[in-house]
């Protein structure tokens, strides 16, 4: 286990200033406190309701644990983590051996029931099981503390997260069969996905309903939640029986501090120890101050401008394709991300391997083009609606007021609608067209990221945004086929039909995160969105 230097670390100035009684008890260990943009957008800590990067930042090695992980101190490669063994059985069988001996943070050891549990109709599927299907609806209102129903939210990220799932079948104590109804290649991957996470059987039924569950759940991370004060702030505590040794970190608290000077001033005064989020404009400024330093960089995240099909002008895929054209990405890297950030090659990523496809491209900056598709279309001016949220993305709005001066030098009258939440953005209303959104590549496979959001059972469609046919048939076999050479061919087309015959979305550029600290802090950014506070990566 890595040792702390905790010499370095108190007499740092942001950490000295912890309260005497903290450094005065026998537990030294520091206590660190991270600002974020925000901390949760469903107010709840359950991966399964809450699929986003921020989410990610703060579940992902802090809280919650798969069967298998990834790797963050490299190229996020599939590791293993609560089991230690895994072996294909067939195309559509795999066996986990469980660790033994791992703890949940209420005491109780993982068996292979907490298994059962976390992938059963309870916690992930509702009472219709696996494969029942669920639509989205935005704004639904969540459930009370009374009841233990399912967000509809919930088995519908299930679903799409695991389309062939049947059930898990226990072998013994600490070995289980994850078995599906269709082959499926892609089945490690999945698993070490958000929202594959293991939760305590055990901490589930003993809480009094699923939102007192979503908001102090039970799992064997290596920090467990002391206080969750929903918009406002997350304390985690260390779980001192965590499988993977003692946690380096006493106390670790994420605060919401929406605005970007908020965060970096309250660094440099020693208020926080992180500030994420940071722009890359900022970054200058803060590292002429030689005792602070920004980390991080390009991450498996794609930012995307998306289409409501639906709507009135939208309907027209050539009105969506000049959109496609009119946009100069290079620009937005140059003057927005100071080029610390790249244009990728349409909704995917080099580590799909021999899935990737290399002479692919995003639509190219022709203004000509565009405005020609727009004459095609008969488009007369007509206001399409672009909804917006303040800064929920780095760089969000300035990006969205370059794209829409952009879009009216082709002759589109694109009009900013500012928005407090998501579920604003998302109401199905005739004045939703277009909107920002990102997409990761969750494992090595375009099933993680195309089929996942875009496919039949992803937000895109289920929200009522999106639907293609052929796509969709393509989806299916995309999910389902063992012929890697065919899937590639079905991959192929797919980027065909949603990046340039009808588009679903259109790719601006890959993303990148980077965070803010004390130089003296020996931490480490990984290439996700996810803060690594774990033994191995602090410190060292």
């Known amino acids: 286990m890595t040792t702390i230097n905790r ?30 943009q925000k901390v949760s957008n469903s107010n709840t800590l359950e991966p399964l309701r809450e699929q986003s990067n921020v989410g990610e930042r703060v579940f992902l090695t802090s809280m919650w644990e798969g069967l298998l992980g990834r790797d963050y101190a490299s190229k996020l490669e599939t590791i293993p983590m609560l089991a230690v063994e895994n072996r294909r059985i067939s195309d559509s069988v795999v066996e986990f051996k469980l660790r033994p001996g791992v703890k949940f943070h209420n005491g109780a050891e993982m068996t292979a029931e ?4 976390s992938f059963g109709n309870d916690r992930m599927f509702g009472p219709g099981g696996p494969n029942s299907g669920s639509t989205i609806r935005v704004g639904e209102a969540m459930p009370t503390n009374g009841g233990k129903d399912l967000p509809v939210e919930v088995p519908a990220v299930a679903n799409r997260s695991f389309p062939g799932f049947e059930k898990i079948e226990i072998v013994d104590r600490h070995t289980i069969r994850w078995i599906n109804r269709t082959p499926d290649v892609t089945l490690e991957g999945r698993l070490a996905r958000i929202g594959s996470e293991i939760g305590s059987r055990q901490g589930f039924e003993q809480a009094s309903g699923w939102l007192d569950w979503a908001r102090k759940p039970i799992t064997t991370g290596p920090y467990k939640v002391a206080e969750y004060r ?10 001192d029986e965590y499988w993977g040794g003692r946690p380096p970190i006493r106390q670790l608290r994420f605060v919401e501090v929406p605005e970007v000077a908020s965060r970096v001033n309250g660094l440099l005064s020693g208020e926080y120890h992180f500030a994420c989020d940071i722009p890359p404009d900022q970054i200058t400024g803060i590292e002429r101050n030689a005792a602070f330093q920004v980390v991080g960089g390009t991450i498996p995240n794609h930012r995307l401008t998306v289409f409501d099909k639906t709507h009135a002008v939208l309907r027209n895929q050539l009105v969506r394709r000049a959109f496609t054209h009119a946009i100069d ?11 610390r950030t790249v244009i990728p090659k349409g909704l995917q990523w080099e580590f799909y391997g021999d899935m990737f496809i290399a002479d692919w491209a995003v639509p190219r900056f022709d203004q000509a083009e565009a405005r020609r598709l727009l004459r095609e279309a008969g488009y007369r001016g007509e206001p399409i609606p672009y909804r917006l949220l303040n800064n929920y993305y780095t760089n969000q709005t300035p990006t969205a007021q370059v794209l829409v001066e952009m879009w009216r030098q082709v002759g589109l009258n694109v009009q900013i609608e500012m928005k407090e939440n998501w579920s604003q953005i998302l109401e199905r209303s005739p004045s939703r067209a277009v909107r920002d ?4 590549g969750l ?9 996942n959001q875009h496919g039949p059972n992803g937000q895109q469609q289920q929200v009522g945004e999106y639907a293609n046919e052929e796509f969709n ?15 590639r061919v079905a991959f192929q ?6 990046e340039r015959e009808d588009p679903a979305y259109t790719v601006l550029h890959q993303n990148a995160t980077f965070t803010a600290k004390r130089k003296d802090i020996r931490w480490t950014a990984a290439p996700a969105f996810a803060m690594d506070f774990r033994a191995q990566n602090w410190g060292a």
Do not use: K
């Open 7 to 36: 010499r370095a670390l108190l007499a740092a100035p942001a950490l000295a200033a912890l309260p005497r009684i903290a450094l005065a008890q026998a537990d030294q260990r520091p206590s660190i406190t991270v600002a974020v």
């Open 114 to 117: 907490d298994i059962v549990f």
């Open 230 to 239: 929903a918009d406002q702030s997350l304390t985690l505590v260390a779980h």
């Open 329 to 339: 990405r290079q620009a937005i890297v140059d003057s927005l991300w100071a080029g």
């Open 437 to 440: 959104w990102s997409n990761s």
């Open 443 to 451: 494992f090595s496979d375009p099933v993680s990221s195309l089929v």
């Open 473 to 487: 048939r393509l989806s299916v076999e995309l999910e389902t086929s063992t012929d890697r050479a065919r899937r």
């Open 493 to 498: 087309r797919m980027l065909v039909i949603a």
